[in-house]
């Protein structure tokens, strides 16, 4: 379909420019007369006014347009009135078909505008002979550059806004995977532990047992409370629950307990004064801290955690130790996708992140966050 979908703002700056052509060939025509010794003629004004006013509507029917422009130019020419503002109507049709049509349908409009004006040259009042061909073709030719040139440029810029659209949903994609990963998997590693406490003590301890089906209930409630908040939080077309807060360091006592009910005894110690950090940075921090303490599950063996962390000036360091298997534990505990996700948030705010076996056994996770500079 030729008709384009141009706004008010788009007609009215098409109406205003087909007015600015009408004026100057009402006015320049008669001085360009003069200037080149060619009288003008009873259909020379018609001819002008009908080629200027079409633009009026050149980008939504701009074939249509230029056809107009094309016979009134053509005609114009020969009947032999003289070379003048009526051409920069032409040129601005030739220009808008190229700029607003694709390739081909506007090189063959083009082809054909230009074999129509070009006819002056060869039977027109005046004909010039071959020598007029390469001036009149240029009337064509130039403007057809031109608008090409500007609709490549603008289809490179749209191209380039879907490719950074896409490349911000799959970067919120993987943001999403990778909360949605933290919380169930720690989760769901936690109430596997404390499941196989469970099944142990059942029938030598069933009070033992029923602790720790009680651990299992309550970790399984606030799994899925941190979930419910990170999808509202991200699907922000709703309004976050203001009485579930974002997770970060505060929580940290409750996810020791967590670990204490699934076996795993946790140690924390703070170095620095607490302090309130940005958003981003205490969200951060509380899961490298949750994903270490998830790896200690699954893969540590028998072991005990310590998490320290160190309020600096202008950072926050969290640092998990345990004394487990370390990298005896096999390929899943020193290059798994846990480890990977908390060096990818990290980085990402411009930290520094270290993991690795420690000498003698153990398994260390280091990550140091910038938190803005403490007046």
């Known amino acids: ?42 259909a020379t004004y018609p001819l002008v006014a009908v080629a200027a006013l079409a633009l009026a509507v050149r980008r939504r029917w701009p074939l249509a347009t230029l056809a107009v422009v094309t016979v009134a130019v053509t005609a114009y020419l020969v009947l032999g009135y003289p070379y003048g503002p009526i051409l920069l109507s032409f040129l601005v049709a030739v220009y808008t078909v190229a700029a607003y049509r694709p390739v081909r349908t506007a090189a063959l409009a083009g082809a054909g505008a230009l074999v129509a004006v070009v006819t002056h040259v060869l039977v027109g009042t005046h004909p010039l002979g071959l020598i007029g061909l390469m001036p009149a073709a240029a009337w064509v030719v130039v403007p057809f550059a031109v608008g090409t040139t500007v609709r490549l440029v603008r289809e490179n810029a749209a191209r380039g806004r879907v490719d950074e659209a896409r490349r911000l949903a799959d970067a919120e994609r993987l943001r999403v ?24 003590l059942l029938a030598r301890k069933p009070e033992q047992a029923e602790a720790a089906l009680t651990a299992i209930s309550r970790t399984s409630k606030e799994a899925l409370d941190e979930l419910r908040v990170t999808l509202t939080v991200v699907r922000r077309d709703e309004v976050a629950d203001e009485r579930a807060p974002v997770p970060g360091l505060a929580q940290l006592p409750q996810l020791r307990e967590r670990l204490a009910g699934a076996g795993v005894p946790v140690t924390v110690e703070v170095d620095g004064e607490p302090r309130a950090l940005p958003m981003a940075v205490d969200l951060a921090a509380y899961r490298v801290v949750q994903e270490a303490l998830t790896n200690v599950l699954r893969h540590a063996g028998p072991a005990t955690a310590t998490v320290r962390i160190r309020y600096a ?7 998990v130790t345990d004394t487990g298997r370390g990298a005896a534990a096999g390929p899943a505990r020193t290059s798994g996708s846990g480890l990977a996700g908390m060096r990818e948030r990290v980085t990402a705010l411009g930290g520094s992140f270290t993991a690795g076996p420690v000498p003698g056994g153990g398994f260390r996770v280091h990550a140091t966050l910038p938190s803005g500079r403490v007046p």
């Open 1 to 42: 379909m030729e008709r384009d979908r141009t706004g008010w703002s788009g007609v009215a700056l098409d109406a205003a420019v087909a007015l600015a052509l009408l004026a100057i060939g009402l006015v320049g025509t008669a001085p360009a007369g003069l200037n080149e010794g060619v009288p003008t003629g009873r």
């Open 177 to 200: 995977a990778r909360e949605v990963h933290d919380v169930v998997g720690h989760g769901l590693a936690a109430i596997h532990m404390q499941a196989e406490i469970a099944l142990h």
């Open 313 to 319: 000036p202008d950072e926050v360091a969290v640092e």
